[in-house]
């Protein structure tokens, strides 16, 4: 609001004038309203980080059966049970130990010192000393340190793309007074909080300070802003809750028909002792329901994602995000610095009579050219690139065509100058070449053609017709339609003093910071893969359009908005128009926040990426926010989920097929674990309510969980992607982990295994009574006697517990692809699968021929022919995958041929 008041109207209403505050005055607004610096947020420390790895729904399950376990007395249960909830916890914050540092680099962007007129008296303080009325003067190089409304403004440009994303320094006019509000962008009579000054001078009163400035603003968004959970933090919570819910629906079930059994039998004697007893079994059973190393393998497999990641240079600093990136169907893209380099480049130049690219004009007729844009400039580039960006760019282009500007300035020494203002909209540097004194002008087309009488045309001045005026506007108009800017360069020799009257129009050249070579494959890749690319930026709209044509994220004009638009819109509205608006131009970070809320509201998962604070809130706000590693501010790095290391565009399209491929790895780490302790409570619930004993003890199956839910869970989660995993459509955001064949795949397999364990469970019975004989009466007399458990009992556990652990690594090879043989492990070299299955295998036969172990876990040696015997058995469910694979290739072949049509 302060750009609609004249300076007479700030000085009063901040009690101030040009000679500044008196000390006095400024101690005492010090002392009133704190210092000129950003709120802290509180850091959390690392055993809070520690601590809330135990805020889940899974933790919670598993924690209160490792309670219960304690209070019947079985240590070992509970002890495996605590050993992985602290697993979990550890590599969690191994991974998110770092605490949040958004704010903190918003607070190093804030100059440390500043130059002020106080008591008429022009001093350095420390920046955060600054208060509200202060006279700040300006100058190139310093940083501003508050927000000002200037006063004075003499050739002044700050450069505000970290910002606005504005790619171009702001040139600034004191003078201007506007009638109405208008952008950030667009307010040249203000400068604002962490913005450097890039060339010329000002002063000006501060107008706000502290959380109160526009970068105040953006950390105040950034303070409020509430970070979700991703996609898969949902999904698994869901699936917490379902287990919670089913576990005590399994214990009371389980209770009932005890109680009723027992009822029915007529005897009661030894309720109680019974009870204690289906107790315990119900116990049991709820130890079978929970996969009790999910939330582990879920961690380990991210951890694992995150080394994968590295190689295509993402840095990841949320482990969740990992698995988001599959997800992602929209990615909101800012211009600046990201799709584009950030970098003022000549790509086009008009010179005699002809418009060629940049890089195809013959250096020996462009010499003169790009030596006078050099000359006639303030930029270095020879030791430290210093400067305004357009200046550098001419530097550089003549750099390109061989020439050094250390080397000409010795050849051509400049003696006067006429700096560039807005008004006149030119600039003049005089040399002495060969004893006279040579005069370059550049400046805006216009101008140039104003000042010019003759031309000059492959060697020849001759003077300047109506016919060459027209030529040139036809060629600066077509620059102008490609969104480049222009600028003309004249020249002419004189005896006297510099003047810019009578030049010799030379040439132009057209300038753009030009699109990322990198990023129109990964906008089509991206296309392919049904991922929309969306660019937001502070820029102009036609700046923007011309980039997003050329990356081939926009066709059309009418798929650009505005900021001025969008601002009138309520959030409904921009609900809508996010389904076919693919550019938004000259956007404030609040429209950026609201853009990406935007298209989540039509449940989109939402990528954000960015380099500069003002990207920091949507960022934030973004499903996942990426920002870049090179050029990015420590905003916006601290606000991301994670950091391409290489700033290169093309990383993000890597990494969401990395994204992908991780969350497939998931999605069948989790069916896999969940078909085995579903196998387990089948097996479990069966015959209990056959009234036949446990066929597995709770030893049992955590041993069995334990085995399945470390190595072998972990091999598939770090499984190689599938090649065709990028021609597949993202997924839903709210698209079940049990999507495509996922509750059949896990209920047929979980019967599978469980008719393989009872099978296995009922063969000494079988080789004792015969099959003829058997029946539940016979079954109970051969498993007790005289109410103790005998060594048939033993022996069937024993076989059952080492087909259900073998049944399951089996398993294990056909979930590794369901469309495709297991043979495909040994062609692609999945070694860590192979190592899962015969240390698992190692594991299971140790448990039952060591004597040590056999004690703890009540089992009996096996002979060979037992180990062959249930090996075969243990088979079934690998083989009944390689009989599903054909009818399941041709069924995804279908489905992958409806999307494409």
């Given at each position: ?19 500044g ?23 959390k ?19 209160a ?11 070992i ?23 949040e ?33 202060d ?12 927000d ?10 700050a ?35 962490s ?10 009163i ?10 105040g ?12 959970d ?111 380099q ?81 008004r ?17 002008t ?103 359009f ?22 009138t ?17 000259r ?29 920091a ?31 290169n ?8 097929e ?20 579903l ?56 698209e ?36 003829s ?11 007790f ?10 022996q ?18 056909g ?43 009540d ?43």
């Amino acid at each position: 609001m302060y750009e609609k008041k004249t300076i007479l109207e700030i000085e009063q209403e901040f009690g101030t004038s040009r000679k500044g505050l008196t000390k006095e005055e400024a101690a005492k607004r010090l002392k009133a309203n704190g210092l000129n610096a950003l709120q802290e947020a509180k850091k959390k420390t690392l055993f809070m980080v520690f601590l809330s790895s135990f805020n889940d729904p899974s933790i919670y399950i598993l924690l209160a059966a490792a309670g219960i376990s304690i209070a019947l007395g079985e240590w070992i249960d509970s002890l495996i049970i605590l050993a992985v909830v602290l697993l979990n916890a550890i590599v969690g914050t191994i991974q998110e130990g770092k605490a949040e540092k958004a704010l903190d680099a918003l607070k190093k962007l804030s100059s440390p010192t500043t130059l002020v007129r106080r008591d008429n008296e022009i001093m350095e303080i420390r920046a955060e000393e600054l208060v509200v009325g202060d006279v700040v003067i300006l100058e190139e190089g310093r940083i501003v340190s508050a927000d000002l409304r200037l006063f004075e403004a003499i050739n002044l440009r700050a450069d505000e793309s970290s910002l606005t994303g504005e790619s171009l320094p702001i040139e600034k006019d004191a003078k201007i007074v506007y009638s109405d509000v208008v952008p950030t962008a667009d307010r040249h009579n203000c400068v604002f909080m962490s913005t450097p000054v890039v060339y010329g001078r000002g002063e000006g009163i501060v107008v706000a300070t502290g959380m109160d400035t526009e970068i105040g603003h953006i950390a105040t968004i950034l303070r409020d802003t509430q970070t979700e959970d991703t996609p898969l933090q949902k999904r698994l919570a869901e699936l917490s809750k379902v287990l919670g819910i089913a576990t005590v629906i399994i214990v009371v079930l389980l209770f009932i028909i005890s109680i009723l059994q027992k009822v029915a039998s007529g005897d009661m004697s030894g309720f109680w002792p019974f009870m204690g007893n289906t107790f315990f079994t119900a116990i049991a059973l709820a130890v079978a329901a929970v996969p009790e190393g999910m939330p582990a393998v879920v961690t380990i497999v991210l951890a694992l994602g995150v080394q994968k990641m590295v190689k295509v240079n993402t840095i990841v600093r949320h482990l969740p995000s990992v698995e988001t990136l599959g997800a992602v169907s929209v990615v909101c893209s800012d211009k600046t610095g990201t799709l584009t380099q950030n970098k003022m480049t000549i790509v086009e130049v008009y010179l005699n009579e002809k418009t060629q690219k940049a890089g195809n004009v013959d250096r020996g007729e462009v010499s003169e050219l790009a030596r006078g844009l050099m000359l006639c400039s303030n930029a270095e580039i020879d030791a430290g690139i210093y400067g305004d960006p357009t200046e550098i760019a001419l530097v550089e282009y003549a750099k390109k065509n061989g020439m050094s500007k250390t080397t000409e300035e010795l050849k051509t020494p400049r003696i006067e100058e006429i700096p560039f203002d807005s008004r006149r909209k030119m600039m003049s540097t005089m040399h002495v070449v060969d004893g006279k004194n040579l005069i370059y002008t550049k400046g805006a087309m216009d101008s140039i053609l104003r000042h010019s009488t003759h031309i000059k045309v492959n060697g020849e001045i001759r003077p300047f017709t109506p016919a060459d005026r027209q030529h040139i506007e036809n060629a600066s108009s077509e620059m102008a339609l490609s969104a480049l800017r222009v600028l003309a360069l004249a020249t002419h020799e004189t005896t006297g003093k510099i003047d810019e009257t009578g030049l010799v129009f030379i040439g132009l050249v057209g300038m753009v910071d030009p699109a990322r070579p990198e990023a129109k494959p990964a906008v089509k890749e991206f296309h392919k893969a049904g991922i929309t690319t969306v660019m937001i930026t502070g820029d102009h709209r036609d700046t923007a359009f011309a980039i997003a044509k050329e990356l081939g994220i926009a066709t059309r004009e009418d798929q650009c908005l505005s900021g001025d638009v969008l601002a009138t819109m309520s959030q409904e509205q921009l609900n809508e128009a996010v389904k076919t608006v693919r550019v938004f131009a000259r956007v404030s970070p609040e429209n950026k926040v609201s853009i990406v809320k935007a298209f989540k509201a039509n449940n989109h998962i939402v990528a954000m990426t960015g380099d500069g604070v003002n990207d920091a809130p949507s960022l934030k706000t973004a499903d996942i926010g990426i920002a870049m590693g090179i050029t990015g501010t420590d905003v916006a790095k601290g606000a991301a989920d994670m950091v391409l290391s290489d700033d290169n565009f093309a990383s993000i399209e890597k990494a969401v097929e990395e994204g992908r491929g991780i969350y497939a790895n998931i999605k069948k780490t989790v069916l896999f674990l969940l078909a085995t302790n579903l196998s387990e409570v089948i097996t479990m619930f069966i015959c209990v309510v056959l009234s036949l004993p446990m066929p597995l003890l709770a030893v049992h199956i955590l041993w069995i969980n334990l085995l399945t839910d470390s190595l072998p869970a972990i091999a598939l989660g770090a499984d190689a992607k599938d090649k065709d995993i990028m021609k597949e459509r993202p997924r839903p955001a709210h698209e079940s982990l049990f999507a495509h064949h996922g509750i059949f795949v896990t209920v047929a397999y979980g019967l599978i295994i469980a008719a393989v364990t009872i099978f296995a469970f009922f063969i000494p019975a079988i080789q004792t009574l015969g099959i003829s004989h058997m029946s539940f009466a016979n079954l109970n007399a051969i498993y007790f006697n005289a109410g103790v458990e005998t060594a048939i009992l033993r022996q069937s556990r024993t076989f059952a517990f080492t087909a259900l652990g073998m049944s399951e690594l089996f398993h294990m090879l056909g979930m590794t692809n369901l469309k495709k043989s297991f043979l495909h492990i040994f062609k692609e070299k999945n070694v860590l699968l192979l190592i899962a299955f015969v240390f698992a295998l190692s594991m299971q036969v140790l448990v039952t021929e060591v004597p040590f172990f056999e004690h703890i876990f009540d089992t009996t040696q096996l002979e060979p022919m037992e180990w062959v015997m249930l090996a075969g058995l243990a088979s079934t469910p690998l083989i009944i995958h390689e009989i599903m694979v054909p009818f399941l290739k041709l069924k995804d072949a279908k489905r992958r041929k409806n999307i494409a049509e």
